[in-house]
């Protein structure tokens, strides 16, 4: 159990590393895509990327609100034909900018409805890779509550349901700000109980994964985003 005096440092780092990532995503989206290439010092265990890309069964990349997310499309496009998942934003020219930024690396943008699911789908079955980010707040008939960090929070079960219909590979990867501004991607094997056909066995292995890559780099965290909302 933290202190409430290591409680207030993380607070204020949080806040930091927060305010960071407000003023690397401008850059990631708006200057060439060198910069943010150039900007990842090193890569650790890539060999699980690369083997999983050859089993040609697909991969599923777990993308929390960790480090800075919004580098991974650059650094995956290079090596992969990725398919993502967006929320398209209400506000037509912000959304327009944000779709932009993000599939100029060459990565293909699918709103997060079900023809966007299907693509999906049919790119994992084709050996494809796909980016998911596994911590988003689900809508009412896409989510169940699951244990995070002690607390039940409304978890999304699309990771669990497109890996057990696809059979895909499961790694997570997390783009860590280092103390200098650069970046180090990390890449873990996911757990295989991910697939399980129990939804909320699932859902709380991945919720698990996701804490144990939270607890490396803790005052990294979103913890601003709404992640504990409760629904009624």
């Known amino acids: 159990m933290a202190t409430s005096r290591e409680l207030r440092y993380l607070e204020r780092q949080s806040l930091r590393h927060t305010l960071a990532f407000g003023l690397e995503a401008g850059s990631v989206w708006c200057k060439p895509l060198q910069y943010g290439i150039r900007s990842i010092r090193r890569v650790v ?7 999983a890309m050859q089993s040609d069964k697909g991969v599923i990349v777990l ?3 960790l480090g800075n997310w919004e580098m991974a499309n650059q650094f995956l496009a290079p090596l992969a034909k990725v398919v993502a998942l967006y929320k398209p934003h209400q506000n ?7 779709l932009n930024a993000r599939s100029r690396s060459g990565v293909t943008m699918m709103p997060t409805n ?3 699911v299907a693509a999906i789908n049919r790119h994992l079955k084709a ?4 980016v998911i980010l596994p911590d988003q707040v689900p809508d009412s008939t896409g989510g169940l509550e699951a244990p995070f960090f002690e607390q039940p929070t409304a978890s999304p079960t699309l990771v669990a349901k497109l890996a057990r219909n696809s059979g895909a590979q499961l790694l997570s990867l997390v783009c860590a700000r280092l103390s200098d501004g650069t970046f180090e991607v990390i890449i ?3 757990p295989a109980g991910i697939a399980a056909d129990n939804l909320l066995e699932a859902v709380t292995t991945m919720n698990r994964h996701i804490e144990q890559l939270i607890l490396r ?3 990294q965290y979103q913890w601003s985003y709404k992640r504990f909302k409760r629904r009624s």
Do not use: K, M
């Not at 050996?127 to 796909?130: N, P, Y």
């Open 188 to 190: 873990n094997q996911a």
């Open 45 to 51: 265990n890539q060999q699980l990327l690369e083997r």
């Open 127 to 130: 050996g494809g890779v796909t």
């Open 63 to 65: 993308l929390p609100h």
């Open 217 to 219: 780099f803790p005052s």
């Open 92 to 98: 037509p020219l912000l959304n327009d900018i944000i």
């Open 114 to 116: 079900r023809r966007g």
